[in-house]
């Protein structure tokens, strides 16, 4: 009875620093899967009349971005390692622990402020009229996506 415990309880706490520690896809990658406000206005370049100097601060933009990404991301998966390996002790060591989560989200944090600020520039390196034409493309997008996920019905839909 006590292993059934022991054996239930080591599973939810490897469960529960699996949650906190390992990236979350949607969070933690932001865009993980698709392209993210720089491929969106790259995707939709000459709609938006982008100059090629305007593509390259956009693709430098971007490239930092994801060096931020994938360097924190690695540092991410460091900790995530070696947290499970001291889960795998018969007497945890809940303040390293709890000091490694603490890593982790600072290191999600970095992620984060490194989108925004990526974002922010991107923003800037548009003019005023590219970005309200971006709006307009992206909440087009936005309700064609959800018109064909069934969410809302289409819009200007010839039978309606």
Known sequence: MIQR???????IALFVVAQVTLPGLARAGMHHGHMGPIGFYLM???RLGLSSDQTKKLMALKMEFMKTKVMEKA????????????MMHHNIDVGQVQKNMDK???HKKKIMRAFVT????????LTNEQFVQVKKLW??????????????????????
């Open 75 to 86: 540092r991410i998966h460091v900790l995530h390692m070696e947290t499970m390996a001291l």
């Open 44 to 46: 939709n370049q000459d």
């Open 139 to 160: 909440r087009e997008m936005m309700l064609m996506h959800h018109g064909m996920m069934g969410h809302h019905p289409p819009l200007h839909h010839p039978g309606m």
């Open 118 to 125: 990526m974002v922010a520039g991107a923003h800037k390196v």
């Open 5 to 11: 415990r022991l054996v239930a309880f080591f599973a």
């Open 104 to 106: 982790v989200l600072a």
